[in-house]
C-alpha cells in the first residue's frame, strides 16, 4: 500500500507513526526549559555581567538547535518513510487490485540492430520491455506488439499471462523490416478495446523504439483514445554513427550485350564526421570490383560502376562496404558503422541479346500500308538477322497482359482499336514500374483510349492535350509541317543540326487542347495542334505521337528520317533505371520470367537456400512468379531441376539507415498530446522504473539529516565559544 | 610547643582544629614581615630600641639616662659619654579577620547533596584557615586576635597569646553563624581602632565588595604599617560555574533571583570573575599587600602550607 502527498509517494507509510519522534526534541527542549534548579549564589554580579554579554544568536541558540534538531529527527523519519518522487503520478499510483491494461509496442526494424557499446538498441529494448513487466501487478492485462513490417501479437487479445510475454520478449529478435509503425498503432488501439476490460481501467501504450524521425514522423496517434496514456521510451542511439547503401541503380536497366551498362549507387553518410567509404561491387560472385568515396557528414554521394556485358542473361550482384569505414585524412579513428544491414545492397538485371519491343497494333497483317508494318520495319530493318539490336513483338491489343509487358522494354501503340479498362490498367501499371509507351495516333480510338489511360491512372496519368477534332488535309491536297520542336530533349536532340525534321509532311492528325501544366510539348505542327508530347507517370513514361506512321498520315516512311527517329523514340524511351531490381524485406516481392513452362516443378528458395512457399502463374508468354513474404535481405530464387532459372533482390528499406531521432518534445508535438497521456522515459532500466513508481529520495534525506547534524554540532561548537 | 598543651588542644575535639590537622600545622611557622610592636620580648623585631643583647648603634648620653645603660668602655677609650643601643626583640600581634557574611555561606551540604561529593563551604574553609593561623600564632608564642563581621562586627576577641584564648577563638568560630550582606570597607574602618598594636591583618573574605572601598580602608593599616594579608576564598563553582542544564541563581545576599543556563555563560562568567580577581591582585601587589586566592577545592593545610612556604621565600 503506498500513500501519495502531491508528487511524493512513501513506500513505508506505516512509519508515520515515527512523526511521534519529531516530537522528542521539542519535549527535551520544553523539560529543560521548564525545570530550573535553585542555587543560592554568592553574588549574581557576574552572572549578570555574563549575561549581558550575550549576543541574540546565544538567545536564540535554543531556538535554533531546537529547529535543527527537529528537523534531523523530521528527515530521519522521512528517509525511513521511503519517499519516492514521481514525474508520472498517474502511472505511479495504480491501484495493484485495480489492474490495468497495457499495450507493449517493442520496435524491431532494422535501425533497431544499430550496435552501440556492444549493445544493439533492440537488446535496450527488450530490457526496456522486460522492466516495464517487472512493475506489472499480477492483475495487469498486458499484449506485446513487436513492430515489423507486420505487427506481430504474443496474444489474440491482452493477457495476464507475464511467463509468455516475458518469454517472447526474450525470444525477439530484430527483424530487417521497414516497422509499420501506423498498423501496429492501430492494432495496439484495437487490442486496448478488445480488452472486455471496464473503462474505468487505465489503459497505457509503451512505445520502445528508437524513434527514427523517417518511420515515427508519419505516425497517426489521433486514432489513440484520449483516456490511454501513451509512454514513450526511446532506446535509440544519442549520436549514430552510420554509413549505407541507399540505391543502386543500373543505367540503362535493362542493357544488351556488350553495351555499356553504368551501375550508379548511392551511398549515405548519417554521421558527424566525414568518411572515406570503400566500395565493393561483387559482380557474378567470381569478380569484384571496388571504389572509394568521400561523404561528408549528413550528405549522400553517388558513385558508379562502368562494365560491359559479354553474355545475355540474369546478373545477381551485390553492392556492400567492406568492413568498417575510415575517417577522412587528419582523423585516423576508424568510424562505428554501427547498423551493419545497409552496408551492403543486392540487385539483379536483366542483360538481353537485343532490346525487346512490344509493338500493339490491331491492323490487319496483311495490309502492307499500315503504319504498324512500317513501324515494325523501321524497328528492324534486318529482319530476322543477327545484327539486329531491336526486335519487335507484334501483338493485338486483346493479347496484352503483364506478363508479355513486363518483357518489353518499350511498347509500341499504333492503329490500336478501343481498349478495355483492364487492359488501361496493364499500361498504366507497366508505366508505374517504369516502362515506357509510345502512342501513335491514328483512328477515332485514340481520343477514347487516351480518356480511358487517365481513368485508369486514378490521378497519376494526365494527357498532355485533348483530342478535340481530326483533320484530313489531304482532301485539300495540303499538308502540315512541323513548325516547333524541343531539341533539347533526349529523343529530338540529334536532329537539331540536320533541321529534316521540318520536311516532314503530316496530311492527317487530330485537332488538339493542350492542358496546361501537364506534360511537356516535344513537337508542333505549324496550325499550332501539338505533334508530339511526353508525359511521364509513375517511373515510366508516355509518348503521344499525334501522327501515324503510314503513308496516309504522313510521308515521313519514305523519308529517311524515318528510321533513325523511331530509334531514337525507342532510345529515349528505354527505362533509364528500374526500380524493380530489387524489393524491400518484410514485403511481398515477384518477378517474372520465360524460364518457366507449365510443367516444370518450380522450387522457390530464400537467400539461405531454404525451400520457401511462392505462387507461380504461368501464361503463354512466360511464369509470374510471387513471393508472400520475405524475411531475410539477399536473392530469392527459384529453381526448375535444381537449376536457378530466375532471382529476385531483397533489401532493407533505405529509410532505416537514417538513425535522426525524435526527441521527446519532439514527439510530444507529433502525437498532438497535450493531456497528461503523455509520458517518457530514458531507455535505462532506473529511467524507467523512476517512471513507473518513481525516483528514491531516502538517501538525500539521510543525507540531509547527517548535513543538519554536523550542522547542530557546528552550531553548538560556535555558540560555545 | 610544649606537649602537654598540644595534647590539650588535640583531646579539646574542635571542629576547626583537630589532632589531624594540628599534624600538617607542627612545622609551620608564621612570622612578620614588618616590625611589630610589643612590650614583651619575643621573636618579632620591635621599632623599639634599648637594652638587649642585640647591639646596633651607639648615641650620646643625657642627662636622665639611666647610667646603666652607659658604655663605659667607650668612655675609657674615647672620655665621652654614650650609650649603647640594641634592637629588641617583640611578640607579633595576628588580628584575624573573617568573613562571616552570607555569601561565605556557598557551598558545603547543599553542593554535597546536589553533586554528590565532599564539599566545604567559603566560611568553613575560611574557619579551618582562621584556627590553623591562630594556632600558629600561640604556638610560636604571638598575639592573636579573632574578629568576625558581615556587614557590621559580629564579634571581636582581643589579641592573647595563650591556649585559653586560642580555645576562645576556636569556640567563637563554631558558634557563628553566617549573616546577612557583606560591607569589608565598613567593618575595616570599625575596627582600625580595635588594633592597638601593629601587626598582622589577616582578612579572610571573599571580598565581594567594591575593590576601590576594601583597599581604601586598608590603606589606614598600612599607613600605620600593618602587614595586611588578604585570604581571597572562593568556592571552585564560583571559580568555574558547574554543568547544570539550567538554574535559578538566587543572590545569597539580596535574595535576588536570575535563571540562566550555566554553560551559555560560563565562559563570559569565568572572564568577569577573572578580570575582578586580577583587579584585585594588581591593586594589592600595588599597595604591597600580600594577596592570596583559595580555592576551597583545595585542602587548606596544602594551601596555608604553600602560602607559608612562599611567604617565606619573599
Known sequence: MNLLIGTILFDNPALWIGAIALGIPVMIHLLTRRTPRDMVFPTLRFIRMAKANQSNIHRLRHIILLLLRTAMFLFILLAFLKPIITESSDLATQDPDAGKSIIILADASASMGYLND???????????????????????????????????????????????????????????????????????????????????????????????RSNWSNVNFGIVNENVQMVFIPVGPEEASNCAIISVSVLPASPTVMEPVEIICKVANYGNR???????????????????????????????????????????????IPGNTSLSAGDRLTAKDGLEIDNQRFFTFNVAQKVNVLLVSDAKTDDVKSGSR?????????????????????????????????????IILSEINELSLDKAEILINYLRDGGSIAYFHVGGASAHNLKLLTEASEGDYAAPYTLTGQVDLSIKNEHAVLAGANFDHRILRKFKETGELGDLKFYSYFTTERVKQKGQVLLSFDDGNVAMAEKTVGLGTMLLCNFGCSLESCDMPRHTLFVPLVHEIIKGLRPSADARNSFEVGHQCSMTTESVTQKDHVEFRDPDDTVIEGTLDVSSSGAFIFFPRTHKCGFYRIFVKNSPVGSVAVNVNALESNLEALDISQLKELAKISRAQFYAALGNQSSISELLSGKHLWHYFLLIAIVLLALEQVTVMILKR | MPLERTKKAQGSGHKYLNADYLRYLESLYLSSRVTVEGAYSGKHASPLKGHAQEFTDYRKYYPGDSIRTIDWKVYARTDRYVIKLSELETIMTCYLLVDSSASMAFGGQWHENFFGSEDMSKFDYACYLAAALSYLTIKQGDKVGLTLFDSNIKSHIPSGSTYSHLYKILNQLEKNRVGQGTSVAKVLRESFPLFKHRGILILISDLLDDPEEIFGALDMYLHKNFEV????????????????????FIDAETKQRLTSIPADIKNSYTRHLNQFIDSIASTAQSRKVDYQLFSTETPYQLALQNYIAGRGRK
Not at chain 1, 199 to 204: N, T
Open chain 1, 274 to 320: 566525414s568518411s572515406q567509404v570503400p566500395l565493393e561491387l561483387v559482380f557474378k560472385d567470381d569478380e569484384i570490383l571496388t571504389q572509394e568515396i568521400t561523404i561528408e557528414p549528413h550528405m549522400t554521394a553517388s558513385t558508379s560502376f562502368r562494365v560491359r556485358i559479354n553474355d545475355s542473361g540474369l546478373y545477381e550482384c551485390r553492392l556492400r
Open chain 1, 118 to 212: 556492444g549493445v544493439t538498441s533492440f537488446s535496450r529494448a527488450k530490457v526496456a520491455a522486460l522492466e516495464i513487466l517487472d512493475h506489472c501487478s499480477a492483475k495487469d492485462k498486458i499484449n506485446l506488439i513487436i513492430m515489423g513490417s507486420v505487427p506481430k501479437l504474443s496474444f489474440d487479445a491482452p493477457s495476464e499471462n507475464l511467463v509468455i510475454t516475458r518469454k517472447d520478449i526474450r525470444e525477439a529478435e530484430v527483424l530487417p523490416d521497414h516497422a509499420d509503425i501506423n498498423a501496429a498503432l492501430a492494432e495496439a488501439v484495437k487490442q486496448l478495446g478488445v480488452d472486455g476490460a471496464p473503462p474505468s481501467i487505465k489503459k497505457e501504450i509503451y512505445f520502445v523504439s528508437d524513434f527514427q
Open chain 1, 374 to 410: 512500317f513501324l515494325d520495319r523501321a524497328i528492324n530493318p534486318f529482319l530476322e538477322s543477327q545484327d539486329a539490336t531491336v526486335v519487335t513483338s507484334v501483338i493485338r491489343s486483346d493479347k496484352l497482359d503483364a506478363l508479355n509487358a513486363a518483357s518489353a522494354q518499350v
Open chain 2, 229 to 248: 594579608v588578604l585570604f581571597h576564598i572562593l568556592h571552585k563553582h564560583e571559580l568555574e560555574l558547574p554543568n547544570i542544564s539550567s538554574v535559578n
